[in-house]
């Protein structure tokens, strides 16, 4: 195997690299990292499935960045678009009508599930959530928020409060109104639980235990990654979804479904929500609606927190709200989803392709605990012990032998997407065919690596 270690780029654009390398250690401060060690891989060129390191190797890109090119790089309907809207409105503020911030909200809600048909666009993720957060305490007049352990909902104040993994510890100081619950994960249950069904049960018994004692008149929303991204890509057990919709109903609390990452198309639905027929009250969104071209991220409004502010003030905004390339992008981006199938072709993919693979991947691999996704957002669990479960890598961290496996990765010519013990299999929802297996062959060789670290 050696396309990917061959460079078909100039010794030009690799002198330029290095160059540009330099100045990256020179002046950049980079985000999640001890800034001395960290030695980041330069990318030259994109295109479509592949990216092209430094050296001019080119790499098949099954991390989709951080799950948000969904539609591969440099799509040229929507490079086009950017270039068109520049020529056109490069820039204008958002209390004025933009027509290409309308037609971006009208696609958006379009395709959103029930009654959320008006959209609140934002700069990302994070800062949607905050703002989903702000709207449901002003609609409720109460202050807590429930959001679950593994789980990750960005990194501003509150949105890094919000998240349930490690990397809100060093900004948790315990006074943002934050209840963290345990989530429905079957593979790792923190119910003892021995079936999906008991799954279910147990954790909503457990969440309406938790809004028992917290108070349901002090809690105003619940935020929950309908499948959760980085956390895992733990797909929620049958049941588990409607029974959370049924309690905030019961209970008065605004449900935000936070779709940052599994929306617009990488579940094999529009949303992953529609997977189960659930509808929230709030939806953020963010990566996916645009291909991650130009930062954009929003909140989908239902109908009665709308009518809040209709004649109410809402106290809060961005300058770049709706900005026009942004949204040009994302009308762009979902009408070339829509017009080449690629949400079908999205659930395609996992059915066909990387859902059987990554089960032979486990029947094959020691290493491998668990593999589980839809469409094209997957994860393998690593372990040390197929009975113990014990991860190759502990929770909220790294080990010597998971960077030896992710190492074997980018040797094989992937460009892979790890978090503590797993690997996530998060192609375009494009990718063709056979790129898509020739990865999966690829990553097999990393997986041989991790047998390695199996103790009996």
């Known amino acids: 195997m050696t396309e990917q270690l061959t460079s078909d780029l ?3 654009q690799i002198t330029a690299g290095r ?64 270039q068109e809207q520049a020529a056109k409105i490069a820039t204008i503020a958002p209390q004025h009508v933009s027509d290409v911030r309308s037609e971006a909200a009208r696609l958006i809600a379009e395709r959103t599930p029930g009654d959320l048909n008006k959209i609140f666009f934002t700069n990302g993720g994070a800062d949607a959530v905050e703002h989903a957060v702000r709207m449901a305490r002003l609609h409720t007049g109460r202050n807590k928020v429930l959001s679950a352990y593994r789980s990750y909902h960005g990194g501003t104040h509150m949105a890094v409060n919000i998240t349930g993994d490690p990397r809100r510890f060093a900004s948790d100081k315990a006074t943002d109104g934050v209840v963290h619950f345990f989530p429905a994960y079957p593979y790792r249950s923190y119910f003892n639980s021995t079936t999906e069904a008991e799954e279910t049960e147990r954790a909503l018994k457990h969440l309406e235990d938790t809004i028992i004692l917290e108070g349901p008149g002090t809690i105003a929303a619940l935020i929950l990654e309908t499948i959760p991204g980085t956390a895992g890509i733990y797909l929620p057990p049958p049941g588990y979804l409607q ?70 003030v809402y106290p809060g905004g961005l300058t770049y709200s709706g900005h026009p390339l942004a949204c040009a992008a994302a009308v762009a981006t979902i009408n070339a989803m829509e017009d080449e199938g690629m949400i079908a072709n999205a659930k395609r993919l996992g059915d066909e392709i990387i859902g059987p693979r990554l089960r032979q991947f486990a029947t094959e691999h020691a290493a491998v605990g668990e593999v589980r996704g839809t469409g094209v957002f997957w994860a393998i669990e690593l372990v040390k012990n197929r009975a113990t479960r014990e991860p190759l890598a502990p929770y909220g961290g790294s080990s010597p032998q998971m960077n030896e496996v992710v190492a074997a990765a980018k040797s094989a010519g992937l460009l892979p997407m790890a978090n503590f013990n797993r690997l996530h299999v998060v192609p375009a929802m494009n990718i063709p065919d056979e790129v898509l297996i020739e990865a999966l062959d690829r990553l097999e060789q990393a997986l041989i690596v991790a047998d390695r670290f199996v103790e009996e």
Request: hydrophobic share 40%.
């Open 243 to 312: 029974g959370v919709r049924e309690l905030t109903r019961k209970y008065g609390i605004v449900y935000i479904a936070d779709e940052v990452m599994a929306g617009f198309g990488r579940s094999g639905e529009w949303f992953a929500v529609d997977h189960w027929n659930v509808t929230p009250d709030l939806l953020t969104f963010a990566k996916g609606v645009n291909s991650g071209y130009v930062p954009l991220g929003g909140v989908a409004i239902s109908e009665p927190i709308f009518e809040t502010f209709r004649e109410q």
């Open 19 to 82: 160059r540009a390398y330099e100045l990256d250690k020179a002046h950049v401060f980079h985000s999640w990292q001890a800034q001395g060690p960290f030695s980041p891989m330069t990318i030259l060129k994109t295109e479509g499935s592949h990216v092209w390191d430094g050296e001019g190797r080119k790499l098949i890109d099954i991390s989709s960045q951080l799950v948000n090119t969904n539609i591969g790089h440099q799509h040229p309907k929507v490079i086009a678009a950017i």
């Open 10 to 12: 100039s010794a030009e």
